[in-house]
């Protein structure tokens, strides 16, 4: 947020001239341009996981994160490096990482990238000193059509309501760009300054909601589920079933305007294809695993809960429907579909289905 003009080189410093001035805090992020171009990254020559990363992942391994973020990623040898750290030092948990999208080389490698992580972050306050503002919301689009291709969650993040650190109510201007991140149907969006150091905490995060709620709401209204074509990921025959019955669940889904999507997964592979499709109705998935029941969490539109499961379908529907019923999530009459890919224990060969029930 500061500007400086490279006056004069001497020895090992520069002096320079401020032209914009501002705050400049220690271990600031400083990129370097000369004529209109990019020269190249300040922290280019350092490691993407410092020795205090290293210790700050090991206490965060400790207390039972859910989730790592990586910052700068360059390639996607420093995502599989540190996959291999957190299940070396934590075997029985499953912690996602996520890259974080914000310099040259993220987007230089991004498909490889996201290939490997667990999910990505756009993060949009040091992509826009990496990259020149006006391509900002362009790179923030192709990042968020490219995770929902390859499957991957992705989170926008930086500057949604940046005005709300200091007052109650945010610009249109900032309603108008969180609108516009939820027609292109990110998973999540995140806040930062607004709630690490704002004066407005809940507010900014009820104005988020709000908006989000009212533009989702349009979005089904305008039927924009129909524009959308999305690429077969599934290689394998058994992939390409679950693939092909989560996008006819969907479809279904849409067509005879379901209440919710039901479905029973143990990985949780089925509910986050069913996700990408971004149906019209909630999407309840039910697992027997604590770890997958969190992680499910990042994904749009799920609503996961973990459920020891039967041997029985039908007991393990009915159980939902008293479950969800209770909650007042669904009522008598709801129309749902329903998918699964439980196996039984009897059988070696995953049971795939997907039915249409109404609720009794």
Same mark, same amino acid.
């Given at each position: 947020?500061?500007?400086?003009?490279?006056?004069?080189?001497?020895?090992?410093?520069?002096?320079?001239?401020? *032209?914009?001035?501002?705050?400049?805090?220690?271990?600031?992020?400083?990129?370097?341009?000369?004529?209109?171009?990019?020269?190249?990254?300040?922290?280019?020559?350092?490691? *993407?996981?410092?020795? #205090?990363?290293?210790?700050? @992942?090991?206490?965060? @391994?400790?207390?039972?994160?859910?989730?790592?973020? @990586?910052?700068?990623?360059?390639?996607?040898?420093?995502?599989?490096?540190?996959?291999?750290?957190?299940?070396?030092?934590?075997?029985?948990?499953?912690?996602?990482?996520?890259?974080?999208?914000?310099?040259?080389? !993220?987007?230089?490698?991004? #498909?490889?990238?996201?290939?490997?992580?667990?999910?990505?972050?756009?993060?949009?306050?040091?992509?826009?000193?990496?990259?020149?503002?006006?391509?900002?919301?362009?790179?923030?689009?192709?990042?968020?059509?490219?995770? +929902?291709?390859?499957?991957?969650?992705?989170?926008?993040?930086?500057?949604?309501?940046?005005?709300?650190?200091?007052?109650?109510?945010? *610009?249109?201007?900032?309603?108008?760009?969180? !609108?516009?991140?939820?027609?292109?149907?990110?998973?999540?969006?995140?806040?930062?300054?607004?709630?690490?150091?704002? #004066?407005?905490?809940?507010?900014?995060?009820?104005?988020? +909601?709000?908006?989000?709620?009212?533009?989702?709401?349009?979005? +089904?209204?305008?039927?924009?589920?129909?524009?959308?074509?999305?690429?077969?990921?599934?290689?394998?025959? *058994?992939?390409?079933?679950?693939?092909?019955?989560?996008?006819?669940?969907?479809?279904?889904?849409?067509?005879?305007?379901?209440?919710?999507?039901?479905?029973?997964?143990?990985?949780?592979?089925?509910?986050?294809?069913? !996700?990408?499709?971004?149906?019209?109705?909630?999407?309840?998935?039910?697992?027997?695993? #604590?770890?997958?029941? @969190?992680?499910?969490?990042?994904?749009?539109?799920?609503?996961?809960?973990?459920?020891?499961? !039967?041997?029985?379908?039908?007991?393990?529907?009915?159980?939902?429907?008293?479950?969800?019923?209770?909650?007042?999530?669904?009522?008598?009459?709801?129309?749902?579909?329903?998918?699964?890919?439980?196996?039984?224990?009897?059988?070696?060969?995953?049971?795939?289905?997907?039915?249409?029930?109404?609720?009794?």
């Amino acid at each position: 947020m500061v500007r400086f003009e490279v006056a004069e080189k001497v020895g090992p410093d520069v002096h320079c001239r401020c *032209t914009d001035p501002g705050l400049l805090l220690p271990r600031a992020n400083l990129t370097f341009w000369r004529g209109g171009h990019l020269v190249r990254e300040g922290n280019s020559m350092l490691p *993407t996981i410092s020795s #205090k990363d290293w210790i700050d @992942i090991d206490f965060g @391994i400790a207390q039972g994160v859910d989730f790592i973020a @990586i910052s700068f990623v360059k390639t996607a040898d420093v995502i599989k490096h540190l996959k291999s750290y957190i299940a070396a030092r934590s075997p029985q948990r499953l912690i996602g990482v996520l890259a974080k999208i914000e310099s040259c080389e !993220s987007l230089k490698n991004l #498909k490889d990238i996201i290939l490997v992580s667990d999910g990505a972050m756009v993060a949009r306050g040091d992509l826009g000193a990496q990259i020149p503002l006006e391509q900002v919301p362009s790179v923030q689009q192709e990042v968020v059509q490219l995770c +929902r291709q390859l499957n991957k969650p992705v989170i926008v993040a930086s500057q949604l309501l940046e005005s709300m650190i200091e007052f109650p109510t945010p *610009t249109r201007a900032e309603v108008a760009d969180v !609108s516009e991140m939820v027609r292109q149907r990110v998973d999540a969006l995140m806040l930062s300054g607004e709630s690490a150091m704002g #004066k407005f905490p809940d507010k900014a995060l009820n104005v988020l +909601r709000t908006v989000s709620l009212r533009i989702e709401e349009w979005c +089904r209204e305008e039927k924009l589920h129909q524009h959308a074509t999305l690429q077969q990921l599934a290689t394998s025959l *058994t992939d390409q079933i679950s693939e092909q019955i989560c996008n006819a669940g969907a479809l279904m889904a849409n067509k005879l305007e379901a209440d919710a999507i039901f479905v029973f997964t143990k990985g949780g592979h089925m509910a986050s294809l069913l !996700s990408r499709n971004r149906p019209d109705c909630p999407i309840f998935a039910f697992t027997d695993s #604590k770890d997958v029941r @969190i992680n499910l969490n990042l994904r749009w539109g799920l609503i996961p809960f973990r459920l020891d499961f !039967s041997e029985d379908i039908e007991l393990n529907l009915r159980r939902t429907f008293s479950l969800l019923k209770a909650r007042g999530m669904i009522k008598t009459g709801d129309l749902i579909i329903a998918v699964s890919d439980i196996a039984p224990s009897n059988q070696s060969n995953m049971l795939q289905s997907i039915q249409v029930r109404k609720i009794p």
